[in-house]
């Protein structure tokens, strides 16, 4: 079984910086990709941003420009870094990680979970 630690997170003013970090333990199978997932009150959890294990990299279209997202696979280890935080990015903030067996099975993992709140 994975575990994944988040980090950061917090309580920041409009137009503030906040950057959260995951790292995952060990595992026996091949790293697929590394993303970050939201979920605001009353709403689905969406796709903030994902990278892949070759570098390719998707963000949803609401954080272009202002998120961005890169990875150590060597360590595991994923970033999200937020600019210029609008108060519509207030949600809890979850990082996965997928994993791939050598039979092209796919596994995914999920972090605790972090609060990201923007507020004035």
């Known amino acids: 079984q994975v575990q994944l630690v988040e980090l950061g997170g917090g309580s920041v003013q409009p137009g503030g910086s906040l950057r959260l970090s995951c790292v995952a333990s060990?595992?026996?199978?091949?790293?697929?990709?590394m993303g970050w997932h939201r979920q605001a009150p009353g709403k689905q959890r969406e796709l903030v941003a994902v990278i892949t294990s070759s570098g390719s990299i998707n963000y949803v279209d609401s954080v272009k420009g202002r998120f961005t997202i890169s990875g150590d696979n060597a360590k595991n280890t994923v970033y999200l870094q937020m600019n210029s935080l609008k108060p519509e990015d207030t949600a809890v903030y979850y990082c996965?990680?997928?994993?791939?067996?050598?039979?092209?099975?796919?596994?995914?993992?999920w972090g605790q979970g972090t609060q990201v709140t923007v507020s004035s």
């Open positions: 996965n990680f997928r994993f791939r067996a050598v039979d092209a099975t796919l596994y995914d993992f």
């Open positions: 060990e595992s026996s199978f091949s790293l697929y990709a």
